[in-house]
């Protein structure tokens, strides 16, 4: 069974810095895909970053300030988060898998998240 716990949230203000954390059991990291998503209060989930081997992928909104690795062999993925804005605030999960369900958000099974409360 996959668990995944997110930690490193907080309130921040805008122009600041947080650095959330993944940790995974139950999964192999290194042959899976892994990816950051948001929920915003009345909003869907939506994928902020993933990456697989080399690649990468990031939501348009978080380009450039948003930066995602990962340590395969602590089974973690990391999101460093630069240059918050107030529309960032949302509870942020993480999950991992084959690359097209990691872009889909395709999974059954998620970790309770972590608040990122930006204020202006």
């Known amino acids: 069974q996959v668990q995944l716990v997110e930690s490193g949230g907080g309130l921040v203000q805008a122009g600041g810095s947080l650095r959330l954390s993944c940790a995974a059991s139950?999964?192999?990291?290194?042959?899976?895909?892994k990816g950051w998503y948001r929920q915003a209060p009345g909003k869907q989930r939506e994928l902020v970053a993933a990456i697989f081997g080399g690649n990468t992928h990031y939501a348009d909104s978080v380009k450039g300030r948003f930066t995602i690795s990962r340590v395969n062999a602590k089974n973690t993925v990391y999101l460093q988060m630069n240059s918050l804005k107030p529309e960032d605030t949302a509870v942020y999960y993480c999950?991992?898998?084959?690359?097209?369900?990691?872009?889909?958000?395709?999974?059954?099974?998620w970790g309770q998240g972590t608040q990122v409360t930006v204020s202006s």
């Open positions: 999950n991992a898998g084959p690359w097209g369900a990691v872009l889909r958000s395709d999974f059954s099974s």
């Open positions: 139950g999964i192999t990291f290194g042959t899976n895909a």
